[in-house]
């Protein structure tokens, strides 16, 4: 079962404009990791977040976590083409782990 | 450098047959872990190894087992498939000792018919 949950499940945005991906959990996140898939590919890592509060950034990808470490967003500033893919969040819950347990992801597609 | 290398890329078994997924590590990384992909989910953990030695096992069943060789490579076996274990499985390593951040190999297609 997935004890991640993330919104939405799937987004269609014009190229060049914002958008945002939410993942959330009902427990506390020992460390929160953001991963890209291509449809049906391996996952590239994009962020890891452990602080809360923590913020960080990567060419126009921005993710954050949140000061009660239950929640994370991830932030796309002026989407292109090539940020098409499916986003995946996956968090340690056990403080230290490499057992992560991932959302379902949020499939983007970017239109030029 | 080499990324996480996975093989075969692809495979076709039959119910009930076995099957052997490969899986070598970024140069330097020790620790390995397996997860199971279905189609339009997560991935699923399955089992960590580091150094060798099993760290942790997803709620998977027997069937499914792992070992971890000397050069940090690991093998992934599932015995007696069912048209269930048919996913993308994906391998991925760090390089362990507190430092967590998997990098995932390509992973293996298994459709099991």
């Known amino acids: 079962s997935q004890e991640l949950e993330q919104s939405p499940q799937s987004l269609i945005v014009q190229e060049g404009k914002n958008l945002t991906i939410n993942c959330t959990s009902s427990?506390?996140?020992?460390?929160l990791y953001w991963y890209k898939q291509k449809y049906g590919e391996g996952l590239i890592f994009l962020m890891m977040?452990?602080?809360?509060?923590e913020e960080k950034s990567h060419e126009k990808i921005t993710a954050k976590l949140d000061e009660k470490k239950q929640q994370s967003s991830l932030h796309i500033t002026a989407s292109q083409p090539s940020h098409a893919g499916i986003y995946l969040c996956?968090?340690?819950?056990?403080?230290?782990?490499?057992?992560?347990?991932f959302g379902k992801g949020t499939k983007l597609t970017v239109n030029p | 450098d080499a990324g996480v290398t996975q093989s075969p890329t692809h495979l076709i078994k039959t119910r009930g047959q076995h099957v052997t997924l490969r899986c070598s590590p970024i140069?330097?990384?020790?620790?390995v872990s397996w997860y199971q992909q279905v189609l339009g989910q997560g991935p699923q953990f399955i089992f960590q190894?580091?150094?060798?030695?099993?760290?942790g096992r997803g709620n998977f069943p027997d069937r499914f087992s792992a070992r971890q060789f000397p050069n940090y490579s690991s093998e992934l076996n599932v015995n007696a498939l069912l048209l269930g274990d048919s996913a993308l499985y994906l391998c991925?390593?760090?390089?362990?000792?507190?430092?967590?951040?998997?990098?995932f190999g390509p992973g293996t297609r298994l459709t099991v018919l």
């Open positions: 991925a390593s760090s390089i362990g000792q507190g430092i967590n951040t998997q990098y």
């Open positions: 427990k506390t996140l020992y460390g």
């Open positions: 977040l452990q602080k809360g509060g």
């Open positions: 996956g968090a340690d819950r056990e403080g230290g782990s490499e057992k992560l347990v």
């Open positions: 140069s330097g990384h020790k620790s």
């Open positions: 190894y580091y150094e060798k030695e099993e760290r």
